[in-house]
């Protein structure tokens, strides 16, 4: 991992903005190239910016697209970049939502500003930030069941994943839910930190199988209608 990482915000409300501007790009493992009020500006933006982004932080409630609308778009122009996702919102639909997309973590908006760099920091290095919450919807997701609806359009049978997860990734993700740090949880069976990385890398692939196409038909659907 080579410092400065290339960072892009995409944020619409200019005071958590211009807190997050202010804050991360003062930090010598960030350089900020690309700050953007919507998806659609990102994605206007992007071919003048300095250095082609490896991070983005993306708010999802947006002006326009939604920030999950926004990840195949912005994963089309740079397929190698991360996508964090940052909201108010905390309810499983919406984390199920952003994980499918692509999105490599999910976090919200009163994260305090160190830990959120922590995130990112975690997300550079292989990482995938998974809270308590999120790994019980992620095994809800597996098992079959639906603590929540659909979103409108898209069937049920569409968003539950082909893929069963594997006994250790199974074991990985009831750790994250009991609470376990990931350090305990590679302690616990004997493997090491970047393995316990590496396996909730595989559960979120899992979670996103056939779903990114679809995301981009409803996304272009929506922008050429």
Known sequence: MQFPLALAIIEDQAAIRETLHEYLCAQPEFRCVLISESVEAFLWDLPAAPAPPQLILSDIGLPGLTGIEGIPL????????????????????????ALRAGAV??????????????????????????????????????????????????????????????????????????????????????ISLDTVRSHIRNVYRKLQVNSKAELMAQTLKRQRG
């Open 74 to 97: 912005i994963q089309a122009q740079l397929p190698d970049a991360q996508v964090l996702m940052l909201s108010v919102y905390a309810d499983a639909e919406r984390v199920f939502e």
């Open 105 to 190: 973590g999910y976090l919200l908006k009163n994260t305090p500003l160190a830990q959120l760099k922590e995130h990112l920091l975690q997300v550079a290095a292989g990482g995938s930030p998974m809270s308590p919450g999120v790994a019980r919807f992620v095994v809800q997701a597996f098992l079959g069941q639906s603590p929540q609806p659909a979103p409108a359009g898209i069937p049920l049978a569409n968003l539950l994943p082909e893929e069963p997860l594997t006994a250790r990734e199974l074991e990985i993700v009831r750790g994250i839910e009991d609470g376990l740090s990931y350090k305990l949880i590679a302690e616990r069976h004997y």
